[in-house]
């Protein structure tokens, strides 16, 4: 079974960092291309990131600069460094595996993890 879980969510300050992970189990992680998205609270799903197999990586231009995506093909480990947070990235984040390079790709992606919430005070 294809499975996915986030970790490393939580309470931030604005300004501040966090580091998301989520590992992989179920299929050949080492060739999949994987996706960051989030859904912040009352809206809908929003693509992040995405990083391909080969570590070409694409950010949406909210978080351009201020995240980075990065894999650790040897653990089956998904990344997201975040810093520089804003209360606007306070959202429950997704990993998801596959391509995408916009919302409505990323929408149709399977599986997706259960998500880890990040809440950004200032």
């Known amino acids: 079974e294809e499975q996915l879980v986030e970790s490393g969510g939580g309470l931030v300050q604005s300004g501040g960092s966090v580091r998301l992970s989520c590992h992989a189990s179920?299929?050949?992680?080492?060739?999949?291309?994987m996706t960051w998205v989030r859904q912040a609270p009352g809206k809908g799903l929003e693509w992040v990131s995405v990083?391909?197999?080969?570590?070409?990586?694409d950010y949406a231009d909210s978080v351009k600069g201020r995240f980075i995506i990065g894999r650790d093909n040897a653990k089956n480990i998904l990344y997201l460094q975040m810093d520089y947070l804003k209360t606007e990235d306070t959202a429950m984040y997704y990993c998801?595996?596959?391509?995408?390079?916009?919302?409505?790709?990323?929408?149709?992606?399977?599986?997706r993890g259960q998500g880890t919430q990040v809440t950004v005070w200032s």
């Open positions: 179920g299929f050949n992680f080492g060739r999949s291309d």
């Open positions: 998801a595996k596959g391509w995408s390079a916009s919302t409505t790709q990323a929408l149709g992606l399977r599986p």
């Open positions: 990083i391909s197999w080969g570590g070409r990586t």
